[in-house]
């Protein structure tokens, strides 16, 4: 028998109590004891939007939590914490459009955990991936204020480190600034250094609907319609891999991790529970495409040298943004400048008009003269999504539709509030 063991739970749907019986037996059956305990609870609310439909393949689905919360709760927990980080805005914000807490009303002994309000501590990695790797992590999450640390990702392609999993869920303990620093070449390693910190005690993957492509904003939404449970969070991606066709030894960060000893990235080195339903689901998941080419009347100029976690996957992600909601057409006409190693000849150069031509990164400043300029290693990936919209002759970028003004307002203002009694 394998040390490692994960459990296929069939769900069809959404439905939070049947999601909590079905938690609650698997609990059970595993004698976990959450009496009097504090637990951190970490979803995945990357696109915070009201429409349910629109991110059903996106964001960890609110009544997943809720019947997590509730199972918990029924079991004696002292203290649930729902946690999230700044994503697209503040997390008060993604909390009140996601509706997190509408759907956990009435369960006891539940609190939002706003990430981005919360004191944070400098750790220092024990042999790092990234040498010297100083990584400012919640303080509550390193300080034994939490017994349970429990992951509760959305199972999707993702442009940046190829999927999301339970390791790619770490990202959202930390800051944007924190993230940003590392967002490029060194991405893989930034996760698996995240990862050595904490790893969680339970792994929930909400692969009830799953995330087909390029992911995180823009992915098709497959019905693989059930949970997929352990406590090792490598076993877990491991299977989940395993479900979508993707080879883990082909994601750097689970590579990484596997060969310090944290867990498996072989399924043969794994006890599946309901492996019969698992091999039901499995399919081949299209994997994530970040050619930028995407219209024959838009022209790319890229370096032979770039990284592809950084600046050609933020751009994928904004002309996927486009293509997908107003029409590849759009892109028409528009010049993208990016990379490594790149010269452009004068003559081509001199074609270029200034609203219609994005320069994007650090990499490529010397052009910056040509076309809007996006400075960074890689851009902040929100300024630049205002800054697309405003500067260049392309229309807003469609995610800000979703925007609500008067909530981002007020939740702002709020959170300025609880930033202010931190100091």
């Not at 805005?89 to 990430?115: H, P, S």
């Not at 990284?307 to 751009?315: D, E, N, T």
């Not at 205002?386 to 007020?410: A, C, E, G, M």
Request: aromatic fraction near 10%.
């Amino acid at each position: 028998m394998s040390k490692y063991q994960v459990t296929i739970i069939p769900q069809e749907n959404y439905n939070s109590l049947e999601i909590s019986e079905k938690l609650g037996k698997y609990f059970d059956g595993r004698e976990y004891n959450f009496e009097d305990k504090s637990i951190l609870i970490k979803p995945s609310f990357v696109f915070p939007i009201d429409d349910a439909t629109r991110a059903i393949a996106i964001n960890t689905h609110v009544n997943l939590v809720a019947g997590i919360v509730k199972s918990l709760s029924e079991r004696g927990a002292r203290l649930i914490y729902i946690a999230e980080n700044k994503t697209m805005a503040t997390a008060r914000y993604a909390f009140a459009r996601v509706g997190i807490k509408k759907a956990v009303k009435g369960i006891k002994n539940v609190k939002m955990c706003y990430l981005d309000e919360k004191k944070r501590k400098n750790v220092v990695v024990e042999d790092p991936f990234i040498k010297d790797h100083v990584i400012k992590y919640p303080k509550l999450l390193v300080d034994d204020s939490i017994d349970y640390f429990i992951s509760v990702p959305k199972l999707k392609g993702n442009l940046y480190a190829n999927v999301t999993l339970s390791v790619k869920n770490n990202l959202g303990l930390i800051s944007k600034k924190e993230r940003l620093k590392h967002h490029d070449t060194s991405l893989h390693d930034h996760l698996s250094d995240i990862t050595l910190i904490r790893q969680p005690d339970i792994i929930i993957t909400d692969t009830i609907v799953s995330g087909e492509g390029n992911g995180p904003s823009e992915v098709k939404p497959i019905n693989t319609q059930m949970m997929i449970v352990g406590d090792n969070c490598l076993a877990v991606d491991t299977t989940c891999c395993y479900l979508i066709g993707i080879d883990p030894n082909e994601i750097k960060h689970l590579k990484n991790l596997a060969e310090r000893g944290i867990g498996p990235i072989d399924i043969q080195d794994i006890e599946l529970n309901n492996k019969e339903y698992l091999e039901s689901k499995k399919s081949k998941f299209t994997p994530v495409d970040r050619n930028l080419n995407v219209h024959p009347n838009l022209k790319v100029f890229q370096g032979k040298e770039d990284c592809y976690p950084g600046c050609p996957a933020f751009l994928r992600t904004y002309l996927d943004a486009y293509g997908n909601n107003l029409g590849w057409e759009t892109l028409s006409g528009m010049t993208i400048i990016v990379g490594n190693d790149l010269e452009i000849p004068e003559e081509e150069l001199q074609k270029l008009e200034k609203r219609k031509t994005i320069v994007y990164g650090d990499c490529v400043k010397q052009y910056k003269e040509h076309g809007v300029f996006f400075k960074g290693c890689p851009p902040d990936y929100v300024n630049a999504m205002f800054k697309i919209s405003i500067k260049t002759t392309l229309p807003n970028i469609p995610y800000f539709k979703y925007v609500s003004y008067p909530i981002y307002l007020t939740t702002w203002i709020v959170h300025l509030f609880h930033r202010l009694l931190m100091i």
